[in-house]
């Protein structure tokens, strides 16, 4: 069982950038994979990045990349996302997600989700 707990949302502007924090309890964390999805108002859930454990294989949406980086502490059981350059698409309620896979984008693969942060950016 893992609980996942994301912080580090809140209101940039345009141009900005934040850091996501996504922090797991429960053992062995580096064995799951963890990706970052995102849901805008009126809008399917999308993926957005993904680690392995080991945080060797990432994955990122063609929309952020260049522009986002996940990336890990298994000591500190966490992930981060850290996001720049954000644009008001980028707007959301940002969700991490752990699995027992690799950094893959479906949705379904991931068994543990926390609860979100939202993500605002104004132009």
């Known amino acids: 069982q893992v609980q996942l707990v994301e912080s580090g949302g809140g209101l940039v502007q345009a141009g900005g950038s934040l850091r996501l924090s996504c922090t797991a309890s429960?053992?062995?964390?580096?064995?799951?994979?963890v990706g970052w999805f995102r849901q805008a108002a009126g809008k399917e859930r999308e993926f957005v990045a993904a680690?392995?454990?080991?945080?060797?294989?990432?994955n990122y949406a063609d929309s952020v990349k260049g522009r986002f980086t996940i990336s890990r502490d298994n000591a500190q059981n966490t992930v981060y996302l850290q996001m720049n350059s954000l644009e008001r698409e980028d707007t959301a309620v940002y969700y991490c997600?752990?699995?027992?896979?690799?950094?893959?984008?479906?949705?379904?693969?991931?068994?543990?989700w926390g609860q979100g942060t939202q993500v605002t950016v104004s132009s």
């Open positions: 680690s392995s454990g080991s945080g060797g294989v990432t």
């Open positions: 997600a752990a699995g027992r896979t690799g950094a893959v984008r479906g949705s379904n693969w991931y068994a543990y």
């Open positions: 429960g053992r062995a964390f580096s064995t799951y994979s």
